[in-house]
Structures are given as C-alpha cells and as structure tokens.
C-alpha cells in the first residue's frame, strides 16, 4: 500500500513539475526585464502574453513526462508477472 501512495504522490509531483518550472521561469524572466530597464507591470504582462501564446501546449507539457514514466513502471511490472521456462 505505501508503493502505491509514493508512486501516485511522484505522479502528481510529474504533473506539477511543468507549472512550477514555469513560475520559477517567469520569475526570472520578469527580474531579467526589470533588471534591463522595463518596468515591472510592462515585464509582467510580457511574460503573461508569452504564457497565453503557450497555453495550447500545456497539456503535452504535462502528459509527456506522466507517460514517459509510466510506461517503464509498466513494462517493468509485465516483466515481473513472465516467467521464463528453461
């Protein structure tokens, strides 16, 4: 039972991980714009227009890294359940 919880609560993390990659990357972004002279509302709203050009492709961003996890967990237990005979 606690496989089962730590591999759902590591799927979950898999999930999240793009948007949180994303909220470090746009604050970052926003302190570069700002360091560079714009100010913050314009760098603000800079990096919200590149996130709703992206918005299409969020769900490949989340799906991906879930199936290539996934389907190794798969095979491997499929292995597992194959005995070879000599």
Known sequence: MNKIIKRLLFMLLLLLSPMATIAVLGGVYTAFRV???SEFSIALSSFIAVI????PYFPYLTLIPAALFLLPLLIKNKMKGIHFRK
Do not use: A, P
Request: net charge positive; proline share 0%; aromatic share 0%.
């Open 35 to 37: 360091i560079g002279g």
């Open 52 to 55: 709703n050009n992206l918005k």
